[in-house]
């Protein structure tokens, strides 16, 4: 299989390619790899004064399933926190509407997702 490093850099050149074409479609990337205490959001951006946090995930086929399948319940509660934290220390953007969008790479198409799934508010 892939090593980690190449995995590593393979992940950030297809973060490079979304971030690019979310670019060319109005989308103003603010934040590349946010980390957080619960791990790390792939791109930040606001689009037509909406906060949005999207995953960006990868699939060379859909052997395992489609892309956007990846991003399972515990996966969206966890971006859903990052996003808590992210506005908690960029008080800045606290005003604006969230969204969660999955950008899923299938090979060599991009298809992005918006809204992909709803804000879930913390069980605290």
């Not at 690019?20 to 989308?27: I, R, S």
């Not at 859909?62 to 966890?78: F, L, N, W, Y």
């Not at 971006?79 to 509407?97: F, G, L, Q, T, W």
Request: overall charge positive; hydrophobic content about 35%.
């Amino acid at each position: 299989g892939m090593g980690r490093m190449n995995r590593r850099k393979l992940g950030q050149e297809y973060e490079e390619v979304v971030a690019q074409v979310l670019t060319k479609h109005g989308y103003q990337i603010i934040e590349r790899n946010f980390r957080g205490r619960r791990g790390e959001i792939d791109l930040i951006a606001m689009e037509m004064g909406i906060l949005v946090f999207i995953e960006v995930k990868y699939r060379s086929s859909t052997a395992v399933g489609m892309p956007e399948e990846a991003v399972d319940q515990r996966k969206q509660k966890t971006i859903c926190r990052m996003a808590d934290e992210y506005r908690r220390r960029h008080p800045e953007y606290d005003k604006y509407p969230i969204r969660f969008d999955v950008a899923a790479i299938l090979g060599n198409r991009l298809k992005v997702y918006k809204n992909a799934f709803e804000y879930q508010w913390s069980k605290r």
